[in-house]
T-cell receptor
Framework: DTGVSQDPRHKITKRGQNVTFRCDPI?????LYWYRQTLGQGPEFLTY????????KSRLLSDRFSAERPKGSFSTLEIQRTEQGDSAMYLC????????????FGAGSRLTVL | AQSVTQLGSHVSVSEGALVLLRCNYS??????LFWYVQYPNQGLQLLLK??????LVKGINGFEAEFKKSETSFHLTKPSAHMSDAAEYFC???????????FGQGTRLTINP
C-alpha cells in the first residue's frame, strides 16, 4: 500500500492555460474524491467517483473543470482557461465503500496561476 | 445539511500544557466524526474517528476526542502538548450512509517553548 499519489505536487501556470492533475488512489479503494483548499480554509468538496462513475459534483466545479476516472483506477482533474482564483491546493482522497468511509488523502497538488 | 464549526481559528499553548481544540457539528441524523491534522505543504492525516461505537475515541500521537450528543460536540484533547504537535487541525463530519466529508475551517495550533 503506497497511499494516495498526486502529480504534479506543484504547478505554476499563466492565466488562460490549461492544467491537468493526476491522482492514483489506494488500489483497493473504489471511491475517489477531489477537494480544493485555499489558504487558511478547510478543504471544500469538488466531486467524487465510485468506480468509474462520477456520482456527485459541487457547484464549485464550474464548466472549466472536468474530472474523469476512466477505468475506475486513477483520476484526472483538468482546469481549462485557468484564472487567478483557481490558485489553490487540490487534494485527492480515496476510500472504500464498506465501513465508515474513512478518506485517505494524498499530499496535494498546489496550483499557482499568475 | 450537515456542517462543522471549529471554535477558534488559532490556538496557542505552552509545551507540556493541555491542548483543547473545539468542534461542534450540525446533523439531523447520527454522524461519523473525524479529526485530521495537516502539516505545512502536506495532505491531511487522520488523527481519529468516531463511528458510533465508544464515545471516547483515542487516536494517534496521544490525541483523543469525546463525542457528546447532547452538546453536539467532538472536541479534541491532548494532555501534554509537544512541539511536534504544531499544525493545522480539521474537524469533519459525514452522515452515516452518505459519501461526502464536510470540513470545518480549521484551527492552527501553535506550541510555545
Amino acid at each position: 500500500d503506497t497511499g494516495v499519489s498526486q502529480d504534479p505536487r506543484h504547478k505554476i501556470t499563466k492565466r488562460g492555460q490549461n492544467v491537468t492533475f493526476r491522482c492514483d488512489p489506494i488500489s483497493e479503494h473504489n471511491r475517489l474524491y477531489w477537494y480544493r483548499q485555499t489558504l487558511g480554509q478547510g478543504p471544500e468538496f469538488l466531486t467524487y467517483f465510485q468506480n468509474e462513475a462520477q456520482l456527485e459534483k459541487s457547484r464549485l466545479l464550474s464548466d472549466r473543470f472536468s474530472a474523469e476516472r476512466p477505468k475506475g483506477s486513477f483520476s484526472t482533474l483538468e482546469i481549462q482557461r485557468t484564472e487567478q482564483g483557481d490558485s489553490a491546493m487540490y487534494l485527492c482522497a480515496s476510500s472504500s465503500s464498506s465501513g465508515a468511509n474513512v478518506l485517505t488523502f494524498g499530499a496535494g497538488s498546489r496550483l499557482t496561476v499568475l | 445539511a450537515q456542517s462543522v464549526t471549529q471554535l477558534g481559528s488559532h490556538v496557542s499553548v505552552s509545551e507540556g500544557a493541555l491542548v483543547l481544540l473545539r468542534c461542534n457539528y450540525s446533523s439531523s441524523v447520527p454522524p461519523y466524526l473525524f479529526w485530521y491534522v495537516q502539516y505545512p505543504n502536506q495532505g491531511l492525516q487522520l488523527l481519529l474517528k468516531y463511528t458510533s461505537a465508544a464515545t471516547l475515541v483515542k487516536g494517534i500521537n496521544g490525541f483523543e476526542a469525546e463525542f457528546k450528543k447532547s452538546e453536539t460536540s467532538f472536541h479534541l484533547t491532548k494532555p501534554s502538548a509537544h512541539m511536534s504537535d504544531a499544525a493545522e487541525y480539521f474537524c469533519a463530519v459525514i452522515i452515516q450512509g452518505a459519501q461526502k466529508l464536510v470540513f470545518g475551517q480549521g484551527t492552527r495550533l501553535t506550541i510555545n517553548p
